[in-house]
């Protein structure tokens, strides 16, 4: 090999293990505001992940949402396999309510379970209507 | 009907099936038989395509419900516009839609090449017709758009959010670009099988990539224009895995865009050429199964219906096929000249590709994270968007720099000398300003030098519109209109790019400025005749009201905007109760602050007053509100007009073009002599 091609070598390796190791430093700070796995109510349940910053999802509760007019937070059950975890969630210094967030749908929370029991949410997510849709019954909600 | 669309569709997968065999047979033996009759078939598969989806429109302007894909996208009362829209608004639908610009593109292209480049086009042929047998594959077993269901009486209608204008729009764009870099592709697949492996293939597929970069970029933009709009969080961008499914294909489709450059003018590069066309290309086609397999679990999930693993074959056919081809061809793609100098065009170009193939890796490795992620440690982890910025931004801000250095730097080896020359300017210019934002009080790292880069490249361009003008009006005695006119109508491709990497100039100011000094705020317990303020706006709640409608029931807010004591208008929202459908829409505000009153108030020139409602009691109107105030973000959307009209002047023929193909064709001859 020329000295040019070993220069060329050289210095593509060193570009590499520099993005490597520049992408590890970055993404090894993750918190669950930057990074999260989300895990079903059950599992949030069974593991009593208490203070842990969590993203958990399940389905809320038909007639829980609670939202007082003028009001910018909301709170609501999520339900999941029996479980029941109440939650309160505030738009101010976070996204707003999505327009989805409706009896029965799917959503995910991220937040903490606080000293009384209520899951503290900081993100509020619930199922995009989606396009493509599989096999759904959508009778069920007419 | 049903049952005649069904069979257009198998039909026209099964002339697809021919066209691909015959044009292969016919390349591969050199038999003009076998490749015209692999013509002819792909002509008819583009009638039987069209058929196939006309026949789809039709049963849903004539509110067929008793086909379940009419069902589910379409009522009777939707407007029309949308009723159209739902031809590609569901899963089989968009697919059909998909397979039927392919099958328009292939015959454009083959009427279009029928007495041209007779060695390249079978396989080119070949190579487009087995995509759409695939996807012919997929609607005729997996997603078949004609299934009958039961009779209903009326449909469940397209979901209400995706009844917007920009969103029946973006579709269609995007699919434009996806499709498009078929073809690229396919020129490449049979410049290595034809061992062509000159710059014919890149100078005939010029326009189709550009064509093609450019609708991608079109629908990721509209795409993002329609969360601002539509979704309420007063943003345009989360790094959503649907989002960065596009956008990959777009970034290494740019390094494409570029790096041909390079082969025309200097026959280097020419691995890196057909690489980032096979990924780019690659990429599309993994942005479309991404968001159809549910595969990735987001706010945009879709369910699952067994595409998954058709696509991964293809795919894989696709990606690892041409790799291999590559592989085997190496010998054909050495080049012809070598890299003299760092400081260089050729390295500016090349650093270009680095830094985009770069941050798609970057953002493709975050995008599927939470598969690995899951397979590992049994947590699906989802990266959000703090981390995409953090890995991203960086590398953002070299390539914008490069964006005006690349046109200044000379080729081969750029001489002090040429660097002094060039660059001073430009270079004084942007230390001036960024020192005058600096002492304005602008002290955010990356705003700042984000900025910074944009004054660079707007600097940049000017000065080579400048010198080329100038030159013209020395040596042509012209004036310096007829000088600026003449001088991009002779190069329309670079003056044309120019004015593209403008609009990507204001695009990055417009960014810039909306991210970094966004300002937000809540209020609750509003009545009306209360007044809110954020940085130096009032707003004033005015009134309630419900009305029932016929599609709908509304509860509007009106509003009333002014700064400093001077009223600039209404700003009006409601909540939207749709009949027949679940959940409310929310229809936010949105005041583009244009008019500035004050010196002071020049800098506010295309910022956004965003109102979001939160929650209203329609009796007593007490409400609650979101307000944000978006710097800039108007720049944004200005960015993607400029780039418009940069592209249509790119695209455009230049003279010179016949004479370059004919000199390349030349070149290839006696190269595979």
């Known amino acids: ?142 | 009907m049903v049952g005649f669309g069904t069979t257009c569709l198998l039909l026209a997968t099964l002339a697809a099936v021919w066209a691909a065999v015959s044009s292969f047979l016919g390349g591969a033996v050199r038999s003009t038989g076998f490749a015209i009759s692999g013509r002819r078939a792909v002509y008819a598969a583009g009638l039987l395509f069209t058929i196939a989806i006309g026949t789809l429109e039709y049963l849903i302007l004539t509110n067929d419900f008793s086909v379940e894909y009419v069902f589910q996208n379409s009522h009777i009362t939707q407007p029309l516009f949308f009723k159209i829209g739902a031809l590609w608004g569901g899963q089989a639908g968009s697919l059909l839609f998909w397979a039927w610009i392919l099958s328009i593109y292939a015959v454009v292209l083959v009427f279009w090449n029928r007495h041209r480049h007779k060695e390249l086009m079978p396989f080119v042929t070949g190579v487009l017709m087995t995509t759409l047998v695939f996807f012919g594959i997929v609607l005729s077993i997996v997603t078949p758009p004609f299934r009958p269901g039961i009779a209903h009486a009326d449909g469940m209608g397209m979901n209400p959010l995706l009844q917007n204008y920009w969103m029946v729009i973006h579709p269609p764009c995007l699919y434009l670009g996806y499709v498009g870099f078929a073809v690229p592709f396919a020129f490449g697949v049979a410049a290595m099988i034809t061992r062509r492996t000159g710059e014919v293939w890149i100078r005939t597929t010029r326009r189709w990539t550009i064509f093609a970069w450019f609708f991608l970029g079109i629908g990721i933009l509209l795409g993002a224009y329609w969360a601002y709009i539509e979704l309420g969080w007063g943003g345009y961008w989360a790094w959503d895995p649907v989002e960065t499914a596009s956008f990959m294909p777009w970034l290494v489709g740019t390094a494409f865009l570029h790096s041909v450059l390079v082969q025309e003018q200097k026959r280097m590069l020419k691995v890196w050429n057909l690489v980032l066309v096979i990924l780019t290309y690659s990429l599309a086609i993994f942005g479309t199964f991404l968001t159809r397999s549910g595969i990735l679990q987001s706010v945009h999930a879709f369910a699952g219906t067994g595409l998954g693993p058709y696509f991964a074959v293809y795919l894989g056919i696709a990606l690892f096929g041409s790799l291999g081809l590559l592989i085997w061809r190496l010998p054909d793609l050495r080049s012809e000249h070598r890299l003299d100098s760092l400081l260089s065009r050729e390295s500016a170009f090349l650093l270009n590709n680095l830094l985009l193939v770069g941050i798609t890796g970057a953002v493709f490795f975050l995008t599927v994270f939470p598969i690995p992620s899951e397979l590992w440690t049994g947590k699906g982890i989802t990266m959000g968007p703090p981390i995409y910025n953090r890995v991203t931004l960086p590398w953002f801000l070299a390539l914008i720099f490069l964006t005006g250095i690349g046109p200044l730097v000379a080729w081969r080896k750029a001489s002090p000398g040429s660097l002094r020359r060039m660059f001073l300017a430009p270079t004084v210019a942007t230390a001036a300003v960024t020192l005058a934002l600096f002492a304005a009080g602008a002290r955010e790292f990356y705003a700042l030098a984000f900025y910074a880069s944009a004054v660079f490249v707007f600097g940049s361009i000017v000065s080579e519109f400048a010198r080329g003008a100038a030159a013209r009006m020395r040596t042509k005695g012209e004036g310096p209109a007829a000088a600026f006119g003449r001088l991009v109508w002779r190069s329309k491709r670079r003056y044309g790019g120019y004015v593209v990497h403008l609009g990507v100039v204001f695009a990055v100011i417009g960014i810039a400025g909306s991210s970094a000094y966004k300002k937000d705020a809540t209020f609750e317990d509003i009545r009306p005749g209360a007044v809110m303020t954020l940085d130096g706006y009032t707003l004033k709640y005015e009134r309630i009201e419900t009305v029932e409608g016929t599609a709908y029931a509304r509860v509007t807010q009106y509003l009333r905007l002014s700064r400093a004591g001077r009223d600039l208008g209404p700003m009006v929202v409601e909540k939207r109760i749709y009949k027949d459908v679940k959940n409310p829409t929310t229809e936010v505000a949105i005041f583009p602050f244009l008019r500035p009153a004050s010196l002071a108030e020049v800098r506010r020139i295309g910022e956004d007053v965003y109102l979001t409602p939160i929650s209203m009691d329609p009796e007593s109107g007490i409400a609650s509100f979101t307000v944000h105030v978006l710097p800039f973000v108007n720049w944004l959307w200005l960015g993607g007009l400029v780039v418009i009209l940069g592209t249509g002047i790119a695209i455009l023929p230049d003279r010179s073009e016949k004479r370059l193909m004919a000199a390349s064709r030349a070149v290839e001859e006696r190269a595979v002599a």
């Not at chain 1, 210095?11 to 970055?26: M, N, P, Q, R």
């Not at chain 1, 599992?43 to 993203?55: I, L, M, N, P, Q």
Request: hydrophobic share 40%; glycine share 10%; net charge negative.
């Open chain 1, 1 to 142: 090999m020329s000295g040019r091609q070993i220069k060329f070598l050289i210095s593509g390796a060193l570009i590499i293990v520099a993005l490597v190791a520049w992408f590890a430093f970055v993404t090894g700070g993750a918190s669950t505001a930057s990074a999260a796995y989300d895990i079903s109510l059950k599992e949030f349940r069974a593991k009593h992940d208490h203070g842990d910053d969590v993203r958990v999802r399940g389905k809320v509760e038909e007639g829980s949402i609670v939202q007082r007019a003028g009001s910018a937070e909301v709170t609501f059950s999520l339900i999941d396999a029996g479980e029941t975890l109440p939650v309160r969630y505030s738009t101010r210094d976070h996204g707003p309510i999505p327009d989805t967030f409706v009896d029965g749908a799917n959503a995910i929370v991220t937040g903490s379970l606080d000293d009384s029991g209520v899951f503290q949410a900081h993100t509020l997510q619930a199922k995009c209507p989606s396009k493509y849709e599989g096999a759904q019954d959508k009778a069920a909600s007419r």
